[in-house]
């Protein structure tokens, strides 16, 4: 088999240039100081470390749990050298990155110690291919020694494919140590987000498919020593063909032998020896060991399905790639090779050949040689397309790549707004006048490049798109919000600087009425507060419909300096700590611990001492469940939505209650466990803790913390021996789980508490009836594969699975319960809803496709109460599904439902403008007109209290205002809605701001304002 021999810089191997002198017992306190950090993740460092198995359990019954304390022993241990460090090597910095970073989970602190500890430079040491500092190499075989002096550019040659190999390259990767042909990566890393995205579905799905082995492995441990004989004897299925001499061989035969207990072995599995694409053993395991087991015998199979789509349809294996493209050199130019694009660049030869052994038959070219090639998602953030367009830089585009630049990915999200987004200015240029992009389109949510470029702080790119695109810089998205206010969002203060001097409106207001002065506490930026003070633009009393304020925003902020703003606008505007809001009676301190600002819980905790911790909101949620609570809901778009979530939000809940899947920080969580834990201890110090406190809804912190995804959350309650409970509506803890969308915290869950999977709530619904609204595609395939869960089921409303899919949106779901399960797609629910109507309430147009082009589904349907997909679509806040509704499938924007509401009435309760203008515009329909019930617009958008749609409709259509003194069949105008519904701020603005009539006709409005 040809195997790889692409150069590698020294600078892809990790800490190459860390110091390898030998620590002991007396370098302890500086080691601990360093790793104290990551001390949760003890577990993990100890097998970076290599301890014995044996020390591992050990430790961790004798310190009962204590993270802080079972560090302590690690390191001691380590320090010692109580492991094989003649196998594995001394203990040095160099390992303490590599435990810190792989072990840890923590690469920024890892790359902090290595800077604090270079290797140090010594007389006979080798040039190095980067940086300032030489490093210590070891050449290896066939290579040639250093000439000395100034390399010229063949010197460099030969010293990228110099490689350490250290006994420290034993803790890269599964079988590595030693590697003879280290020469195995291409020169260039890609940003490639899809893919990267892809490589971590894979993992993701990978884990879960480990954690379901290993549950089936525990519950029959007396396969143990028959396991352990079988590996023993499989050593090469293990090191790979390179790395089984007999002493490596041996040295793996003890280790095995040491191991006591089922979760041990695969713990060692899954640190040393296994990866996503290195699982042929364990699918061998339960092939041997567990034959009867069929739906196990599924999950792997399904992971080659979707391994085999990852290297074929994906992009994930270039089988005929030219060399020179990508910097390989040690190939006469012209040579065809093979691309293997994979998540890090550590993996050795032995990686390589496993990898291989991956690729499906027939697709693998065994004259190649094959080549590890680095993917890495770039400045990208959003779970968007990102085309091969890239490419243009640097190649001419062929026809099927120009296709590729129109194409409109998820949520309509377009090359260009990459571009923008990631700031590539000369990407954005091309596109523009090469390829003829409109350089003003807008995503499904009419979010275009110039607000994307504006939240990244990208002012060269605003300013090409307004003064030579001319692109109107005021214009909003269906959020009403406006480039302004996304620079706010941003923290940008040159570009609301820019903006202002463009005479942009500084007054605007978005969906939520949320102003330029929120959102610039929200980002959390000192510095831009400060330049609205300058402007006379900042105003400290502004606030949003529920009354939420700036030092409620400036708790939203992830920003790590956000507890600076916070101390700055107590004391420069003496403002009260605890401030509630009118909606929830939340104070600043239940926001902080909501977002999991954790610097700013701690400074208003040490005020206001730890009985804090336990005071209730209005539907009883105290500092705690807010804390271990990460889902949040917005009415609005969905990019918006993505930026205004918690990083960490396992779901994020956006108009109409659509479910769409975040990109969870996970460093982020781990920082909220963290806080938790810590807020739990100095909570429990109260004489009035109760660890089993419940909301109003009877939520316990188990159920949140279930909900938000996080099974460090939910260890954490263990210590203090919670019950498992139902809420009010029936709902367990597994439920919770399962509308996380984690399957970890699902399987867990179940195994945990001994937990049906099967149950239903007050409502009906199972597990699987939330996964389904998860979005989650493996935690629904768990359920069903694994404890057979019935997808058919109905619920009180006559909703099935397949509806709860289709109503948040979610394809993948949605074509597996259809192709694979076989779900009734003619099925309506009790109001006679069709899944055209539920895929249009949620506003993916994809989806609606799938089903009218691919399912036969009738465009045209109609509910019992007479609405059709263009009304649910009009909530949506999707103007361009509204128009390919239209246009494409003849749906007529004048057809009133039975209650004689229109499509433009549907615009106006979600608030959406633009979608209002098009209907008035484009299809000629009339504000004035009124349903049955004699409710026109402004009963609707103040029903729901959007203050920023009547502005915008009074403003620019001052034949309108009449409209708010309007009554309906009751006597009630537009504004005796917004007060019965609490919005204040929207009944303060006609009395106030238009001198409208209404008080006169509807006295007890205008009592609001006394």
Aim: with cysteine.
């Amino acid at each position: 088999m040809a195997t790889s021999t692409s150069p590698i810089s020294s600078s892809s191997v990790p800490f190459m240039n860390v110091c390898n002198k030998e620590l002991s017992i007396n370098d302890f306190y500086d080691i601990y100081e360093k790793m104290e950090q990551p001390s949760a993740r003890w577990k993990h460092i100890s097998i970076s470390l290599r301890l014995k198995i044996n020390t591992i359990n050990k430790i961790e019954a004798d310190c009962r749990g204590d993270t802080i304390i079972c560090l302590q022993k690690v390191l001691e241990h380590w320090l010692r050298k109580d492991y094989d460090y003649e196998r594995y090597g001394i203990p040095c910095w160099r390992r303490v990155c590599l435990a810190v970073k792989g072990g840890g989970g923590d690469p920024a602190l890892a790359d902090e110690i290595a800077r604090e500890h270079p290797l140090p430079a010594t007389p006979h040491s080798l040039p190095a291919t980067s940086g300032d500092c030489p490093t210590d190499l070891i050449h290896n075989e066939g290579m040639i020694p250093s000439r000395g002096g100034n390399a010229s550019s063949d010197d460099e040659n030969l010293w990228n494919a110099i490689r350490d190999i250290s006994p420290v390259d034993a803790v890269m990767s599964p079988g590595s140590g030693k590697s003879y042909n280290s020469t195995i990566y291409a020169h260039h890393p890609e940003k490639n987000h899809p893919l990267t995205n892809k490589i971590y579905e894979l993992k993701d799905e990978f884990a879960d498919g480990l954690q379901l082995t290993m549950e089936s492995f525990v519950k029959e441990p007396d396969l143990l020593h028959k396991i352990i004989e079988y590996l023993k004897r499989r050593v090469h299925t293990l090191l790979g063909p390179s790395k089984c001499e007999s002493v490596a061989a041996q040295a793996v035969r003890e280790e095995f032998s040491d191991i006591s207990t089922m979760t041990d072995l695969f713990t060692t599995l899954e640190y040393k020896y296994v990866s996503w694409f290195n699982y042929e053993l364990i699918a061998r395991l339960v092939c041997v060991f567990l034959s009867d087991n069929r739906s196990l015998k599924r999950t792997w199979t399904d992971y080659e399905e979707k391994l085999k789509d990852y290297f074929i349809n994906s992009g994930g294996l270039l089988k005929d790639a030219d060399a020179v493209q990508f910097g390989i050199t040690d190939v006469p130019p012209g040579t065809r090779v093979m691309i293997a694009k994979v998540d890090r660049d550590d993996y050795t030869s032995a990686d390589l050949f496993f990898y291989r052994r991956a690729i499906p038959k027939g697709y693998d070219i065994p004259d190649f040689n094959l080549y590890f090639l680095r993917v890495r998602p770039g400045s990208l953030i959003l779970e968007y397309l990102i085309p091969e367009y890239l490419y243009s830089l640097l190649f001419p585009l062929t026809t099927k790549l120009q296709q590729h630049t129109y194409h409109r990915g998820l949520h309509g999200w377009t090359p260009l707004h990459s571009a923008s987004y990631g700031g590539h200015i000369e990407i954005l240029q091309l596109l523009i006048h090469q390829y003829g992009i409109h350089p003003n389109e807008g995503d499904d949510n009419s979010v275009s490049s110039i607000h994307m470029a504006s939240y990244k702080g990208h002012l060269s790119i605003v300013q090409y798109l307004v003064d030579t695109c001319h692109v109107p810089p005021d214009q909003p998205d269906s959020s009403n919000n406006t480039a302004l206010l996304y620079s706010a969002m941003g923290g940008h203060s040159d570009l609301v600087e820019y903006f202002i001097k463009r005479n942009c409106n500084a007054f605007q207001i978005n969906f939520n009425s949320e102003s330029l002065s929120l959102l610039a506490c929200q980002s959390g930026e000192l510095a831009l507060v400060n330049k609205l003070e300058s402007l006379n633009l900042f105003s400290p009393d502004d606030k949003t419909n529920s009354e939420a304020g700036i030092l409620h925003y400036t708790c939203r902020s992830v920003n790590n300096k956000s507890v600076e703003l916070f101390k700055y606008l107590l004391k420069q505007y003496q403002l009260c700590i605890d401030v509630k809001d009118s909606k929830y009676d939340r104070t600043p301190l239940h926001i902080a611990s909501w977002y999991g600002s954790s610097s700013v819980v701690e400074y208003i905790v040490s005020i206001q001492g730890n009985e804090a911790l336990l005071a209730n909101d209005n539907i009883g949620y105290s500092l705690l469940h807010c804390a271990c609570d990460a889902g949040i809901q917005f009415p609005a778009g969905i990019v918006y939505s993505k930026l205004m979530a918690q990083s960490d939000a396992s779901g994020i809940d956006i108009i109409n209650n659509t479910r769409i899947k975040p990109n969870i920080d996970f460093i982020k969580q781990n920082e909220r466990a963290n806080m938790f834990s810590s807020l739990l201890k100095k909570a429990s110090t109260c004489p009035n803790f109760d660890i089993n406190a419940t909301t109003n809804d009877g939520q316990s912190l188990l159920h949140l913390a279930s909900w938000t995804g996080s099974t460090l959350l939910v260890k954490a309650l263990e210590e203090y021996n919670i019950t498992c409970t139902l809420d009010y509506d029936g709902m367990s803890p597994v439920h919770y789980a399962a509308w996380s969308g984690s399957t970890s915290v699902l399987s867990y869950i179940i195994t945990q508490y001994n937990l049906n999977a099967y149950d239903t709530d007050t409502y009906g619904r199972t597990p699987l009836v939330y996964s389904c609204w998860s979005g989650s595609i493996n935690s629904v395939k768990y359920l069903i594969n694994n404890h057979n869960s019935d997808p058919n089921i109905t619920d009180k409303y006559g909703f099935t699975c397949i509806h709860h899919s289709c109503c948040n949106g979610h394809v993948d779901i949605t074509q597996y319960l259809i192709e694979v399960q076989h779900c009734d797609i003619n099925k309506t629910d009790n109001k006679g809803l069709a899944l055209v109507h539920h895929a249009a309430w949620s506003g993916n147009f994809d989806l609606v496709q799938y089903l009218i082009t691919e399912q036969g589904l009738s465009p045209t349907a109609v509910t019992k109460n007479g609405l059709t997909a263009l009304h649910y679509a009009s909530l949506s806040l999707n103007l361009s599904l509204v128009n390919k509704l239209i246009t494409t499938y003849q749906l007529d924007p004048h057809q009133a439902d039975s209650n004689g509401k229109l499509p433009i009435h549907y615009a106006a309760e979600s608030g959406d403008i633009l979608l209002l203008e098009l209907y008035m515009k484009d299809y000629k329909c009339s504000l004035s007109l009124t349903d049955k019930d004699r409710w026109n617009i402004f009963h609707y958008s103040s029903f729901k209290g959007h203050i920023h749609f009547v502005k915008h409709v009074t403003s620019h259509h001052s034949h309108s205002i009449s409209l708010l003194d309007s009554v309906d069949k009751k006597g009630h105008t537009p504004l005796h809605y917004a007060r019965k519904y609490g919005h204040t701020q929207l009944v303060k603005f006609p009395i106030e701001d238009i001198k409208c009539e209404t008080q006169e006709k509807d006295p007890c409005v205008y009592s609001v304002l006394l």
